[in-house]
């Protein structure tokens, strides 16, 4: 059973501290989840960051950048990386594309892949122009203005819509509603396996397209403008055998249901779920090759 606080929450089991061997060239591909909605690929040396926090505020208990207290550290100290191939961002929530992890992340001369929005936020903070590729998910008004994929050595990245217009719960008070160009998820094509990480979105048509993914990363918020219970199931049971990273839990201590979710619930309302899904401790690696999973001893 998952430990959890006072109110409930479910916290994330404790992280385990990654190391420089975490980003060497390895001869398969490895999935660590960093916690909220963050990930590392690390794909036969190519290294994916996607939507990364990990700067902590000074102070006890740990707050995030995000201005939120810490059930769990980061599982590695930004300071620490030792480089990083390209940074992939979902959307501008600072929970998603933290500004102070992203002008960190600067110092590695990464390449930054994201939204047009995502572009203009990155420049807004420092990033070169031309270190920062813009795409637009397949199906968005403006498709054709801008690629919607990019080779990154072993890894195809291709941008998939995603819809998230969370600021409609109170438009006078949030302002700035996303639209489908302003968010996307990822799906990304390594030679040992399909992954696909939705982003915060509403079940949407074209996740019921996918075909032949290995790995999806599994939003368990609750939140009406996430996949919430019902999309994630559904999206689950239609992706067979798929196996299930869930995310967007257990990392911060709030009473909003963004960032609460219920991962071994929601598995066990999925078609084989406890066997599919795969409950990581930010910091432990997922290893597929050649399309296969390989246990750690």
């Known amino acids: 059973m998952m430990q959890r606080i006072s109110n409930g929450q479910c916290i994330a089991p404790a992280a385990r501290k990654m190391s420089s061997g975490d980003f060497s060239v390895i001869g398969d591909t490895r999935l660590y989840w960093l916690g909220q909605a963050g990930f590392v690929l690390n794909t036969r040396g190519v290294l994916l960051l996607l939507d990364p926090l990990l700067i902590t505020m000074p102070g006890v208990p740990p707050i995030s950048e995000t201005g939120m207290e810490l059930l769990n550290p980061w599982p590695i100290d930004i300071t620490e990386l030792p480089r990083v191939d390209a940074v992939l961002y979902t959307h501008t929530d600072n929970d998603h594309l ?102 915060d979105t509403r079940l949407m048509k074209h996740h019921l397209d996918l075909r032949n993914i290995t790995v999806l990363a599994l939003d368990v918020s609750a939140d009406p403008y996430h996949l919430g219970i019902q999309g994630a199931t559904v999206l689950a049971n239609h992706l067979e055998d798929v196996l299930l990273v869930p995310c967007h839990y257990g990392t911060f201590k709030s009473d909003n249901i963004v960032h609460s979710g219920d991962p071994e619930t929601i598995l066990e309302g999925i078609h084989d779920g406890i066997r599919r899904g795969r409950i990581l401790a930010p910091g432990e690696p997922l290893i597929l090759k050649n399309g296969q999973e390989i246990k750690q001893a």
């Not at 072993?154 to 509603?177: F, M, N």
Request: glycine share 12%; charged share 25%; with cysteine.
């Open 98 to 199: 933290g500004p102070e992890t992203a002008k960190a992340l600067m110092r590695l001369d990464p390449i930054f892949i994201g939204t047009v929005y995502c572009k203009e936020k990155l420049t807004e903070l420092g990033a070169s122009p031309v270190r920062c590729l813009s795409g637009v998910p397949a199906s968005t008004p403006r498709r054709g203005k801008n690629g919607n994929s990019f080779d990154m050595g072993t890894a195809k990245i291709e941008l998939l819509p995603a819809d998230h217009p969370w600021q409609l719960s109170d438009p006078v008070k949030y302002g700035r509603v996303f639209g489908p160009e302003d968010c996307c998820g990822y799906k990304i094509t390594t030679q040992d396996g399909v992954f696909v990480f939705p982003g």
